[in-house]
């Protein structure tokens, strides 16, 4: 049986310190150190943030809160439990009952996104950018087996973009299984920890995959929480993005022979999740572009829709074919709201046409998601 809430462990996922908002003592600051995007919270939730360390027991916390505000008891627990959903959501914290095997399961997610995003060697990727750089030369042996040291400032570097899912010199897309950086593979754990808790039925669906990073981490959480009987979509041309063909995708030209780092085999996704001893029957691929296969595809019930094609076009082709099969209580996440125009427009006038009514929530610099009710 899952414990109660009170009984859940908290733990924070990511190092931050609240910044006091200037004029207003009441407010604070907490900002993400990958995307330095800032998130709002108030005195009390800055006390919890200061408060939660590595491990917290979350009756503990709200009693020593009910003490430090003068409120009762159940406010207190009440407040840690809203503040612990929504920085869940955002990737801040992460909460569980506390028992061996969620702390395995934990560790297992975790090693699975470091893994994905290619954060467990990153210092290959500074290796192969000297050498592209510069080409070889003497002492080439040491120098690539130092780069972590004596390119300290490169690494660091490299490394927060690959934690970002930031495209720059190509670093989140070139060498890594998934782009889209730790955040929104936090939050796809959030999305599917409410799904399993809650009950919500489904599949779990990507569309634009690419090498298929983010699709094996749906795969791995179905896996780890006992629910691979789920299934676990896979839609893309594997063959890169289609050329732009409307106007609202006019200066967005990443079909394969611009971005080949974008075009993923068929094969080599399977291969990948083979890698990760992760594909199996319940692994259900569509090859092909979205317009002729999504509209007929044998899926019937999705509890996580996540879309990450970078076009209007194929944002849209996606929510027209996928949204109505997205259950009451499952997750909508789109990638590429923020960073790219076109997809915005998609999501926007999708929703208007459908009087959505369920805020958006960001999740970092491009990511957001909501839940349907
Ligand atoms: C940005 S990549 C996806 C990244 C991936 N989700 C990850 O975890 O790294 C975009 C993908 O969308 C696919 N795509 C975009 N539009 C498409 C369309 N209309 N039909 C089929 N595939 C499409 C491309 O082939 C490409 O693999």
């Known amino acids: 049986m899952r414990p109660s809430r009170p009984e859940r462990c908290i733990r924070r996922l990511v190092a931050a310190t609240p910044v006091p908002v200037p004029d207003d003592s009441t407010r604070f600051d907490l900002l993400h150190p990958d995307t330095a995007l800032p998130y709002r919270i108030n005195a009390a939730s800055a006390w919890i943030w200061t408060n939660l360390e590595e491990e917290t027991d979350a009756e503990t916390l709200a009693g020593r809160l009910a003490g430090a505000f003068g409120i009762g008891p159940d406010a207190a627990a009440e407040g840690l439990a809203a503040f612990v959903e929504r920085m869940s959501a955002l990737g801040f914290v992460a909460a569980d009952d506390g028992s061996p095997e969620a702390r395995l399961r934990a560790r297992y997610l975790g090693l ?63 060498f890594s299984h998934t782009m889209i950086g730790l955040k929104r593979l936090q939050n796809l754990e959030y999305c599917a920890q409410r799904v399993f808790a809650d009950g919500v039925p489904g599949d779990f669906l990507e569309a634009g995959v690419c090498q298929g990073g983010g699709a094996i981490f749906l795969r791995g959480l179905q896996v780890a929480h006992g ?19 409307l106007e609202q995708d006019r200066g967005y030209d990443f079909h394969e022979a611009v971005q080949p780092w974008l075009a993923a085999g068929l094969e080599a996704v399977k291969d990948n999740f083979r890698t990760y001893d992760l594909l199996s029957d319940a692994v259900r691929f569509l090859p092909g572009w979205f317009a002729d296969t999504l509209p007929g595809a044998p899926v019937e019930r999705l509890a996580i829709l996540r ?50 009514a369920e805020p958006i929530t960001r999740i970092d610099w491009t990511g957001i998601f909501w839940r349907k009710r």
Not at 147 to 170: C, M, P, T
Not at 227 to 245: I, K, Q
Not at 340 to 350: H, L, S, T, Y
């Open 112 to 174: 699975l996104k470091s893994a994905l995003a290619n954060l467990l060697y990153p210092e290959h990727e500074l290796r192969i950018e000297l050498l592209e750089r510069e080409g070889p030369q003497p002492d080439l042996a040491r120098r690539l087996r130092d780069i972590r040291y004596s390119n300290a400032e490169q690494f660091e570097a490299l490394v927060a973009h690959k934690r970002d899912g930031r495209n720059w010199r190509q670093r989140a897309t070139r």
């Open 227 to 245: 629910e691979g009987e789920r299934r676990t979509w896979l839609a893309d041309s594997f063959e890169g993005l289609p050329e732009p063909s």
């Open 307 to 356: 879309i990450d094609a970078d076009l209007y076009l194929s944002t849209k082709q996606a929510l027209d074919a996928l949204y109505d099969k997205v259950e009451p209580g499952g997750f909508v996440v789109v990638d590429d709201y923020h960073a790219f125009p076109p997809c915005r427009a998609a999501v926007d006038e999708f929703r208007a046409g459908r009087g959505i």
